[in-house]
């Protein structure tokens, strides 16, 4: 018969904190084993994540990778990349360490008459489709009388010797923007909401009206644009017509031209703000509005009609963005603030110089609801 003999063993040391009563081991692991083998393994995963703090790659900017800083990667609000990507990032980009001066700072600008092709797109002139080219080629409106702002061999002219159009008249001005999926929705009664205009028809006592008798009268319209709001970039340009875009302050933007194939911004007077109306009493700029105060190349002043945005030409003081510095529609690849959002996307600039706007479109256009010619 055999008994059970209970075997006394020294008692086990325990940690400071640990009751007589906790047991002493699992499997075999002592507690004391457990707790050390844990802080081990928590040491070893900070220095872990410390060394892929300091040497994961970082991308260059622009890239659309996120950033191996603070303030990008690891950091809890994204990069501008991140918040969204543009609806096109391909072109001419914008180097924003540049210094590409002030060319025109002196007010003389070159004059741009009947700089226009029909196959195919080219820096400094517009592309016009076949219909707009033909009347380009046959209409005697627009200004016909050259101004002393012109140099005496009509090349260049002066844009701080021309004459505008007298006057300050206040206007019940209407803009909406909405963007629903893919559709960016622009409703406008074409009167600014931000600026007065001139009085039109000019007046005989004008002494614009020696230069420019426009005798239209600038009529409230109603005007629906229906534009892409993610407009897909092609290296082919679309042709443009005689209207190009829509601005923010409610003005539809028409082309370089008038309605002779001449450089509207050298030869027609324009009011203050650098607008008149045409023959329908459509209110239109040709040239970057002296009244929209912010200019800067990530500021969007409006929308060309094939949905991608327009911005100033501003870069810095005195860096300033001239025809030379773009791509053959006039446009550019930046950072711009677009529905409240940072966004790279490719974009047309208003600039001092002709064709100073919109001179082919890089996506294919919607039809303009006026009476853009």
């Known amino acids: ?56 790659p970082k991308s260059t900017p622009g890239s659309g990778e996120p950033q191996g800083t603070a303030s990008g990667f690891y950091s809890a609000e994204p990069s501008p990349t991140e918040l969204q990507q543009g609806p096109a990032t391909a072109g001419l980009a914008l180097d924003v360490e540049k210094d590409y001066g002030d060319k025109y700072s002196d007010g003389i600008l070159p ?113 629906t644009y229906v534009l892409s709001a ?13 209207q190009v875009g829509v601005m923010n302050t409610g003005v539809a933007l028409f082309s370089a031209f008038d309605a002779g194939g001449r450089d509207a911004g050298a030869w027609e007077t324009q009011d203050n703000c650098q607008g008149h109306p045409q023959e329908k009493g459509e209110y239109h700029y040709h040239t970057l509005s002296s009244c929209i105060k912010d200019t800067s ?5 409006g929308f060309a009609l094939d949905g991608f945005p327009i911005t100033g030409p501003k870069v810095g003081t005195g860096n ?27 974009h047309y600039v208003m600039t001092e110089d002709f064709p100073y706007s919109v001179s082919c479109y890089r996506s294919a256009p919607s039809q303009p609801p006026g009476q853009g010619r």
Not at 230 to 242: A, E, L, Q, W
Not at 320 to 346: N, R
């Open 111 to 223: 004059v741009g008459d009947g700089r226009f092709v029909t196959e195919g797109a080219k820096q400094g002139y517009i592309y016009a489709c076949s219909q707009y080219a033909r009347n380009l080629q046959t209409d005697n409106g627009g200004a016909n009388v050259r101004g002393p702002w012109f140099s005496a061999d009509g090349t260049t002219y002066d844009i701080k010797k021309k004459v505008s159009v007298q006057g300050s008249v206040n206007w019940d001005g209407e803009y909406t923007v909405s963007v629903n999926g893919n559709k960016r929705t622009i409703v406008s009664n074409d009167l600014p909401i931000d600026h007065t205009t001139g009085n039109f028809p000019i007046q005989n006592n004008d002494p614009a009206h020696k230069y420019d008798r426009n005798p239209n009268s600038i009529k409230e319209q109603s005007l």
């Open 297 to 301: 190349v990530g500021t969007v002043i």
């Open 1 to 56: 018969m055999f008994r059970m003999v209970k075997k006394e063993h020294p008692p086990i040391p325990r940690e400071p904190g640990f009751s007589q009563n906790d047991d002493s081991r699992a499997n075999g692991v002592s507690r004391v084993e457990v707790i050390w083998m844990s802080t081990v393994a928590f040491l070893l995963g900070v220095i872990v994540v410390l060394a892929v703090m300091l040497f994961w």
């Open 230 to 242: 993610n407009p897909v970039y092609s290296d082919t340009p679309n042709c443009i017509g005689g």
């Open 320 to 346: 300033i963005l001239t025809t030379a510095d773009l791509d053959e529609c006039h446009g550019i690849v930046s950072e711009v603030l677009l529905d409240g959002k940072p966004v790279t996307t490719y």
